[in-house]
């Protein structure tokens, strides 16, 4: 039996390959792969598996939809410009106030909406420009932008590693706050400082010219205020757990929007920014519905088992010292299908041998966003090189990742292999 689920992972493998050297999309590829597993697993193509495999993430699609449909209309109603315009007129002469806030507009679109894709679209470009008028080379921007955009899609409270990696394992979304908050925080605030140290105070003037106005009505209260409802919605449910309903992220996402559609200073078409979150998304959601797929038929086919049991059966030794490797390669080739076809079995096999599984998903999760700019995929960094409008070669950006990258693959390694003493995070 071992045999012929090893065949089968073969062929889905050679299939995948065979796909993406046609130029077929990395979605595309797995939905293929998952077909060819089928017919040669002896089950055909099974309708009900693969329609089961397609909604197996729906909730986190929906999550993903709701939270980037809110920050689109925070951008189009002007609150995202009015900040940034905001803090440079502020802070343009103070480099190491202006790098933490700097820090932080990366970090929120990624984090509430759980893409990195999201922080390069909705401040990437203009946080390039602030960087630019820094003296900073457009390599070196688009490093920075791409470590804290793949940091910020890691950081809570949307983090779909963790998230799809915990619903395979069926454990409760809960604890992983303080465990991500924590190193997505200090490695980007060490990336940005590291690699934008040597840039000058910011040329307010040019900077100011080139960025978009904001809508003279806008104001600090109609920025924080939709932000605010959604915080508190989010702390209720936990402070009052057994009085209030449980609403869910969407719907926590839907409510910000709304205040935030009402205090608009600007009229929105809401239906036109609806429709280009759709598209904006469609990547994305496309990859989580085939990587459903791909799990699912894996599982039917017993090559999930195969790979569980080859990565539960390791030196553990060999598993911690490879996490540098294999996390980033499987993001590479299957972007967040890595999560649960990889991280289920390590993250058991880190639970069975006394390991806090919480903090050690949290120390993966930091990993895996490296990947994001490897071949074949390398979205968010094909992305950021388009955003920052980057004419150098792409290994230009690469070369000054380098740094941080081994920074991140330390810290996440280090909280794998220690997460049993960081278990106090969890309780916090």
Not at 392 to 397: D, L, S, V
Request: charged share 10%.
């Amino acid at each position: 039996m071992s045999a012929s689920i090893e065949i089968i992972f073969a062929v889905m493998v050679v299939s995948y390959i065979i796909a993406k050297s046609l130029k077929i999309s990395t979605e595309l590829s797995m939905f293929f792969a998952a077909i060819a597993g089928g017919l040669v697993g002896g089950v055909g193509i099974p309708a009900r598996h693969i329609a089961e495999g397609a909604f197996t993430y729906l909730d986190i699609i929906l999550i993903f939809f709701t939270a980037t449909f809110f920050m689109n209309l925070l951008k189009e109603s002007g609150g995202v410009v009015y900040v940034v315009r905001g803090i440079i007129q502020k802070f343009s002469r103070k480099k190491s106030i202006l790098f933490v806030l700097i820090t932080f507009l990366l970090l929120l679109p990624g984090a509430l909406t759980g893409a990195g894709s999201v922080t390069v679209l909705i401040t990437g470009g203009m946080i390039a420009v602030v960087l630019g008028y820094m003296g900073l080379s457009k390599p070196k921007t688009a490093a920075i932008i791409f470590i804290i955009a793949g940091l910020s899609a890691a950081a809570p409270p949307v983090s779909l590693w963790a998230m799809l990696t915990a619903a395979g394992v069926n454990m409760p979304y809960v604890g992983f706050f303080l465990p991500l908050l924590i190193p997505c925080v200090v490695l980007s605030l060490l990336t940005i400082f590291i690699l934008g140290w040597r840039g000058k105070p910011v040329d307010l003037e040019k900077a100011l010219k080139e960025l978009p106005e904001a809508p003279p009505q806008m104001n600090w209260i109609k920025v924080i205020l939709p932000f605010l409802v959604f915080f508190i919605l989010m702390l209720a449910g936990r402070i009052w757990p057994h009085s209030l309903p449980v609403i869910g992220l969407p719907l926590m996402f839907v409510v910000a929007a709304v205040v935030s559609y009402f205090l608009s200073p600007v009229r929105l078409n809401i239906f036109d920014i609806a429709r280009n979150t759709v598209h904006q998304l469609l990547p994305l959601i496309g990859t989580l519905t085939c990587v459903g797929i791909l799990v699912q038929i894996m599982t039917l086919t017993g090559v999930r088992g195969l790979i569980a049991i080859t990565v539960v059966t390791l030196p553990i030794t060999i598993v911690f010292c490879s996490l540098f490797l294999v996390l980033p390669v499987s993001e590479a080739v299957l972007m967040w299908g890595a999560a649960p076809v990889l991280g289920v079995p390590l993250v058991l096999l880190f639970n069975t041998i006394g390991l806090n599984p919480i903090v050690a998903l949290a120390g993966m999760s930091v990993i895996w966003p490296l990947g994001d700019a490897l071949p074949p995929t390398a979205i968010i960094g094909r992305l950021t090189k388009d955003t920052v409008e980057m004419e150098e070669p792409y290994g230009h950006m690469l070369k000054h990742c380098l740094i941080p990258a081994i920074l991140i693959i330390i810290a996440g390694t280090l909280m794998v292999i220690f997460s049993k003493e960081l278990g106090f995070l969890t309780l916090l």
